[in-house]
């Protein structure tokens, strides 16, 4: 059973730091690219970074660079995102998801497998 398990979300304050991870099983996910999306309420869901199968390569949104920083543990299946200078507009469900091919994409559609999401709220 393939399942993909984020964890790391919370309160913070405005300007504060966050570390989500995603920890995947169930296949092997090692040479796939991975990709972490966000949902505020009443949003549609939206891209936030993509990293590639071996962690060499990432893609993100505008509104996060610079901020945020993907990365990926092989041996651990796992990938991590690092969230910096959070702002309030960063409040979001965050999921994380992995993709069907090496392919850095930010469409949801590219991503055949989600995780069930974590919170993260930034307060003003």
């Known amino acids: 059973q393939v399942q993909l398990v984020e964890s790391g979300g919370g309160l913070v304050q405005a300007g504060g730091s966050l570390r989500l991870s995603c920890a995947a099983s169930g296949r092997d996910f090692s040479t796939v690219s991975m990709g972490w999306f966000r949902q505020a309420p009443g949003k549609e869901r939206e891209f936030v970074t993509a990293?590639?199968?071996?962690?060499?390569?990432?893609n993100y949104a505008d509104s996060v660079k610079g901020r945020f920083t993907a990365s990926r543990d092989g041996a651990k299946n796992t990938v991590y995102l690092q969230m910096n200078s959070l702002k309030p507009e960063d409040t979001a469900v965050y999921y994380c998801a992995a993709g069907r091919s090496g392919v850095l994409s930010s469409m949801p559609r590219w991503y055949d497998y989600w995780g069930q999401g974590t919170q993260v709220t930034v307060s003003s």
């Open positions: 990293i590639s199968w071996n962690g060499a390569n990432t």
